[in-house]
């Protein structure tokens, strides 16, 4: 018994070493050796003179942004042939000024929506229907608006739909038309960003420090002639990230804005400016919101809208290079 236990164990005890072959080949030993010496000269050569790698370069920036949108749209027949005014608190999403915020271009309003029974949609088919029993009353319609009641009922001459519990009027996708917001291609969005390099203690903004409190609602972004203002047109964000406003602000989309920094401490601090660059991401970007309201009976109302729009994500990278002797830091910081 014991036997047989010691020899099932062997190989969890066992203790193994491995074994060298000393090949007397000088080719293999000369390509070996040229090995070591390659890696070497990367090391030397590129990384630590070429790289500057020995110096330990800055490239995990701390940054804050913000945000502001500015512009005003007005849209017709909004709700009995009204006119609706969009500025600032109602065309953005959220409301914080964040790295992260969406501008509407577009919306379906489903108006004065209130809960009772309607004929649901044709659009989800699994509320088309030829007869009650296709309708099984207390079910949810599969990615619909309600509850079917088991009634299956008229919604048009030619078709049928399953009677639902929930908000009615349903919403209905054909009332989208062209861009409703046009006004938006001239909106503007400043994006202020502040970067600091912990490693070196050095800051950055990429606004101008002024004392002027109507520069930045007249400035235009322009590498050349107003680099510290960051302010860009909305068309023109969507003409740099190379799609059209006209085609885009249908359906929405989503664009990436990238800050780039690249400062190199031996230069004037004045050469350490921000390159933004617009990518387009993806197209078609909706989500839905209501506003909800009272009449004197306390029957409770809601508006319904689909909104389309831009999400505009903004990141920040950078990298600061260091000066080659702390006095010229010391400098820079002066400045
Ligand atoms: C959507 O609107 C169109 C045109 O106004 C109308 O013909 C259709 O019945 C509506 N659909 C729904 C589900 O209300
Ligand atoms: C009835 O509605 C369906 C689905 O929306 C539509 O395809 C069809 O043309 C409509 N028929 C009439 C007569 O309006
Ligand atoms: C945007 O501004 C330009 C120039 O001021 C103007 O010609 C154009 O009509 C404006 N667009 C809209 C949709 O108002
Ligand atoms: C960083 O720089 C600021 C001024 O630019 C200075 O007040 C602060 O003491 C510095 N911090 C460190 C840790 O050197």
Same mark, same amino acid.
């Given at each position: 018994?014991?036997?047989?236990?010691?020899?099932?164990?062997?190989?969890?005890?066992?203790? *193994?070493?491995?074994?060298?072959?000393?090949?007397?080949? /000088?080719?293999?030993?000369?390509?070996?050796?040229? !090995?070591?010496?390659? &890696?070497?000269?990367? &090391?030397?050569?590129?990384?630590?003179?070429?790289?500057?790698?020995?110096?330990d370069t800055d490239s995990d920036p701390h940054f804050s942004i913000i945000t502001k949108l500015k512009g005003v749209s007005i849209t017709k027949?909004? /709700?009995?042939?009204?006119?609706?005014?969009?500025? +600032?608190?109602?065309?953005?999403?959220?409301?914080?000024?964040?790295?992260?915020?969406?501008?509407?271009?577009?919306?379906?309003?489903?108006?004065?929506?209130?809960? /009772?029974t309607c004929a649901e949609n044709p659009v989800n088919s699994d509320a088309r229907c030829s007869e009650n029993l296709d309708c099984v009353a207390?079910?949810?319609?599969?990615?619909?608006?309600?509850?079917?009641?088991?009634?299956? +009922?008229?919604?048009?001459?030619?078709?049928?739909?399953?009677?639902?519990?929930?908000?009615?009027?349903?919403?209905?996708?054909?009332?989208?038309?062209?861009?409703?917001?046009?006004?938006?291609?001239?909106?503007?969005?400043?994006?202020?960003?502040?970067?600091?390099? @912990?490693?070196?203690?050095?800051?950055?903004?990429?606004?101008?420090?002024?004392?002027?409190?109507?520069?930045?609602?007249?400035?235009?972004?322009?590498?050349? @002639?107003?680099?510290?203002?960051?302010?860009?047109? &909305?068309?023109? &964000?969507?003409t740099q990230a190379g799609q059209s406003f006209e085609e885009l602000s249908v359906m929405g989309g989503v664009v990436a804005a990238r800050i780039?920094?690249?400062?190199? !401490?031996?230069?004037?601090?004045?050469?350490? !400016?921000?390159?933004?660059?617009?990518?387009?991401?993806?197209?078609?970007?909706?989500?839905?919101?209501?506003?909800?309201?009272?009449?004197?009976?306390? *029957?409770?109302?809601?508006?319904?809208?689909?909104?389309?729009?831009?999400?505009?994500?903004?990141?920040?990278?950078?990298?600061?290079?260091?000066?080659?002797?702390?006095?010229?830091?010391?400098?820079?910081?002066?400045?």
């Amino acid at each position: 018994m014991d036997a047989g236990c010691a020899q099932a164990q062997p190989a969890l005890l066992d203790y *193994k070493t491995e074994k060298y072959l000393l090949t007397k080949n /000088r080719k293999v030993g000369v390509i070996y050796r040229f !090995l070591h010496l390659a &890696i070497l000269c990367y &090391i030397i050569g590129w990384v630590f003179l070429a790289k500057k790698g020995y110096q330990d370069t800055d490239s995990d920036p701390h940054f804050s942004i913000i945000t502001k949108l500015k512009g005003v749209s007005i849209t017709k027949n909004f /709700r009995n042939s009204q006119e609706k005014i969009w500025d +600032v608190a109602d065309f953005v999403k959220p409301s914080q000024g964040e790295n992260v915020l969406f501008l509407v271009t577009n919306f379906i309003a489903t108006t004065g929506q209130v809960q /009772r029974t309607c004929a649901e949609n044709p659009v989800n088919s699994d509320a088309r229907c030829s007869e009650n029993l296709d309708c099984v009353a207390g079910e949810p319609v599969v990615n619909g608006n309600g509850i079917k009641t088991g009634k299956c +009922v008229m919604f048009n001459h030619t078709q049928s739909t399953c009677e639902i519990y929930g908000w009615c009027p349903v919403e209905n996708e054909s009332l989208l038309r062209k861009p409703r917001l046009n006004e938006a291609e001239n909106f503007t969005l400043f994006i202020k960003n502040v970067v600091h390099f @912990s490693k070196f203690n050095f800051s950055r903004a990429n606004t101008l420090d002024t004392s002027d409190e109507t520069y930045f609602k007249n400035c235009r972004y322009n590498p050349v @002639s107003s680099p510290y203002c960051p302010v860009f047109q &909305i068309q023109e &964000i969507i003409t740099q990230a190379g799609q059209s406003f006209e085609e885009l602000s249908v359906m929405g989309g989503v664009v990436a804005a990238r800050i780039e920094w690249k400062c190199d !401490l031996d230069r004037p601090a004045a050469e350490c !400016l921000p390159q933004y660059s617009f990518r387009l991401q993806d197209t078609k970007n909706n989500f839905r919101t209501a506003t909800y309201y009272w009449d004197q009976e306390r *029957k409770e109302y809601r508006d319904l809208f689909k909104l389309y729009g831009f999400r505009f994500d903004i990141s920040v990278t950078g990298e600061v290079k260091p000066p080659k002797n702390q006095q010229t830091i010391q400098e820079t910081r002066n400045e």
